[in-house]
């Protein structure tokens, strides 16, 4: 069965504190693996994609890497207003679909 | 950026009524959409993929009876809830994705039935 898992679910830190978020999976094909953030009440924005292990991509303070089992976002010196919930989506190979995990709520304080 | 909207954002209707939630790509043509719904803590469940000019393809589980889903257009899709329950009541979000493999997310409706 596709199971993608994060962790931990809920991780608060102190501004300035870096830390890294986990995103496990086990899928039949993996097509491509997706980060989003997601605000209270509203549609996940869209962070990265990465395609193969060994890959990494940038953004400000956010940094996502892929192996063959699992995923990293880390979160250098964050700030309070990266406070939100972080999603990961695998893309299936075969259908295209996304299957997202739970989720890690970030809350970052001053 | 790629820009997906949602209209309305929310709504409150009777049990018994119908209700429609229009999905806009605002700046790409969307060959595929989806529609996914939310519960309160949980993460996105897909209902429903559409692709313009064909029939949409639920997910099991899904009564596409009651959800319907219509892909009329390349930047335009609708999800009707018919005959709307209070256990309907939800977070749905479309999604979006154009010639570029990368899923775009609306902001979501709110669906509140009494």
């Known amino acids: 069965e596709d199971q993608v898992t994060q962790s931990p679910e809920a991780l608060r830190l102190q501004e300035g504190e870096s830390s890294s978020l986990n995103c496990s999976y086990t899928?039949?094909?993996?097509?491509?693996l997706f980060w989003y953030r997601q605000d209270p009440g509203k549609g996940p924005e869209f962070l990265f994609t990465l395609y193969s292990a060994g890959e990494e991509k940038e953004k400000e303070r956010l940094k996502a890497t892929l192996t063959k089992k699992e995923s990293f976002l880390h979160i250098t010196a964050p700030k309070p207003e990266d406070s939100a919930t972080y999603l990961c989506?695998?893309?299936?190979?075969?259908?295209?679909?996304?299957?997202f995990g739970q989720g890690t709520t970030l809350q970052v304080k001053p | 950026g790629a820009v997906v909207s949602q209209h309305p954002s929310w709504v409150i209707c009777k049990s018994g009524t119908s209700v429609k939630i229009e999905c806009r790509s605002l700046d790409f043509q969307a060959t595929t959409m989806f529609w996914y719904r939310q519960f309160p803590k949980q993460s996105l469940m897909l209902m429903a993929t559409?692709?313009?000019?064909?029939?949409?393809?639920?997910e099991q589980g899904v009564e596409k009876d009651k959800f319907l889903i219509n892909h009329a257009s390349l930047t335009l899709s609708t999800l009707t809830v018919t005959s709307a329950h209070p256990e309907d009541s939800s977070f749905y979000i479309c999604?979006?994705?154009?010639?570029?493999?990368?899923?775009?997310f609306g902001p979501g409706t709110r669906l509140t039935v009494l």
């Open positions: 989506a695998v893309q299936l190979s075969n259908t295209g679909k996304l299957i």
């Open positions: 899928v039949s094909g993996l097509r491509g």
């Open positions: 999604s979006a994705r154009g010639v570029v493999n990368e899923q775009f």
């Open positions: 559409s692709n313009e000019g064909s029939k949409a393809t639920y």
